[in-house]
């Protein structure tokens, strides 16, 4: 996965200004009680390990240099195709994990879109080009504050505001929870007027967010140029100290983000970075005295978050211009914000998909339609009019429309009323009028719970080997996610210490099966 937004922002502080701040010391954010691991509950720990793809996973483990994952998987069950959330980027995904919503439940519909409510784009750090074009501030505060504190649904609630016991969140994105916390920010943020020293927030009762939040003092590497603890050794350092101090919850979340960059960066072939959070995990595992003992007290769940799509060599033609494509519309400049009353379109680019807001009323959807439908390497185009969503392509003639309800049920027990041409989504009619997908898995349900992002938008996808981009959006050499495909939306899951499985799956189904492990007795 992208970097995320606080990884970006604090290390481009220090590479700005070549200084790195000292850590807060306290260690205030975890209770003094112990968690009894003698009780008949087993603690749930779940590590998700950003860009974790089934491939090079075993292809590291087959080579010797995963150790910990390997003895997990041995001692366990092993589920190489579980489906991600759309778009598959980091604060959708992760908000869909902890909530057990959609994004059109949960309200977030990306790493930027467009915020219906306060009429302006969100930003919580796609790339260094954009952050700056946005603002540094702004993308800070969105990322900081509003993400979690505003910009989630009130309605819905975390895995940590469901269970009515402690949990706990080691630098997870998404951390809302019942307890009062307080992130304390680098001094170098303070002293640029970038944000305030100490921001409050509703967290997990034991709560780590990098220097910023903080359970154990002699968990390192903290530091400016280590990104602040956001980084996997931190994470490690923050789970092995939970549980050697008998403090571990019933549940835990930790994250652990490195290998994302290896694989932006070398391509989905790269294995460096799953040997490196292996390392870490062998920490965690043998913080129980031996790998037997830490099996035997908690149940374990590793998984990635979304997969990543190889990008093709030739670069020049690897990215799509969605500006230059769209050049005969007005489209609001990036740094703007908010459109002015002569803009047509904005535009919310995540890597392999982006979002398309028509905002002058008096250009038609099919007028838009018609210039993207020029672009051969769009492989999904979507909108909605009224319950009807509607998919053409600019890779192939037909249309299909789809909308929830109706006679026809997918593999995943949902309903739906389907007609055109199917082969658009690679999806394909069973027996009994089941609907099976193909290259584009849960591609009806992924697809219908983005378009309550905008009144009228137009959401499209890249086909593989290519990425969207805009007036400031990243670029990425080795590869990049975002979209549909496959290739973008299947993790591999490892899970240690139980029989049981989730209903499906999916990412989407992982805190009811979570919520339903922990309430029973083991």
């Known amino acids: 996965m992208l970097l995320t937004w606080f990884f970006l922002i604090l290390a481009l502080i220090v590479i700005v200004l070549l200084l790195a701040a000292k850590p807060p010391a306290g260690a205030g954010n975890r209770p003094e009680e112990k968690t009894d691991l003698g009780a008949s509950t087993r603690p749930v720990i779940l590590i998700v390990i950003d860009s974790l793809m089934d491939a090079p996973l075993r292809e590291t483990i087959q080579a010797g240099k995963a150790p910990a994952l390997k003895y997990l998987r041995d001692h366990g069950h092993y589920y190489p195709r579980v489906i991600s959330s759309f778009p ?26 467009f915020h219906k409510q306060e009429g302006r784009v969100v930003n919580f750090g796609t790339g260094l080009k954009e952050t700056f074009t946005i603002g540094l501030k702004n993308v800070l505060k969105d990322g900081l504050l509003n993400l979690n504190q505003h910009f989630i649904n009130k309605e819905v609630k975390t895995i940590h505001e469901e269970l009515a016991v402690p949990t706990a969140s ?5 951390m809302r929870g019942p307890h009062e916390q307080t992130l304390t920010v680098p001094w170098i943020a303070t002293l640029l007027g970038l944000l305030p020293r100490t921001i409050a927030a509703k967290a997990p009762a034991f709560f780590s967010f990098g220097a910023m939040a903080r359970l154990f003092r002699t968990s390192r590497p903290a530091s400016g ?16 100290s939970l549980i050697q101090n008998g403090q571990l919850p019933l549940f835990t979340i930790a994250y652990f983000p490195s290998n994302d960059d290896a694989v932006h960066k070398k ?39 979304s997969g990543q799509t ?13 500006t230059k494509l769209l050049h005969p519309f007005q489209i609001m400049p990036t740094k703007r914000k908010k459109p002015s009353a002569r803009d047509q379109l904005v535009l919310c680019v995540n890597e392999r998909m982006a979002y398309i807001y028509l905002i002058d009323e008096t250009l038609t959807v099919e007028q838009v339609i018609h210039v993207l439908k020029e672009e051969t390497r769009l492989d999904v185009i979507a909108w909605r009019e009224q319950d009807w969503v509607y998919v053409v392509s600019g890779s192939t003639e037909g249309k299909l429309q789809f909308k929830p309800g109706g006679g026809y049920t997918d593999t995943y027990g949902q309903a739906w009323e389907i007609s055109g041409d199917l082969s658009i989504l690679d999806i394909r009619i069973q027996e009994n009028q089941i609907l099976e997908f193909g290259i584009f898995p849960d591609v009806l349900f992924r697809l219908c719970n983005v378009m309550d992002t905008g009144e009228r938008v137009i959401v499209v996808t890249a086909a593989p080997g290519y990425e969207l981009i805009g007036d400031s959006s990243p670029t990425h050499k080795g590869a990049c996610h975002g979209s549909l495909h496959h290739l973008d939306s299947i993790v591999p899951m490892i899970v240690c210490g139980t029989d049981s499985s989730p209903d499906h799956f999916r990412i989407i189904d992982l805190k009811k099966w979570i919520i339903d492990m922990l309430s029973q007795k083991q």
């Not at 970075?273 to 005295?289: M, N, R, T």
């Not at 190889?310 to 033609?317: G, R, S, V, W, Y």
């Open 310 to 322: 190889a990008m093709l060599p030739n670069k020049q033609e690897a990215y799509i211009d969605l």
């Open 88 to 113: 598959t980027m980091s604060a959708c995904i992760d908000t869909t994990l902890l909530t057990g919503m959609p994004p059109n439940r949960h309200h977030i519909f990306g790493l930027t879109y």
């Open 170 to 174: 080691v630098n997870a994105i998404i």
């Open 267 to 305: 391509g989905p072939q790269e294995i460096k970075g799953i040997a490196k959070a292996d390392v870490e995990l062998q920490k965690v595992l043998s913080a129980f005295g031996s790998w037997e003992e830490a099996i035997r007290k908690a149940t374990f769940i590793v998984i990635g978050d």
């Open 225 to 240: 140029f280590f990104r602040y603890g956001f980084n996997d050794r931190y994470s490690s350092a923050e789970l092995a």
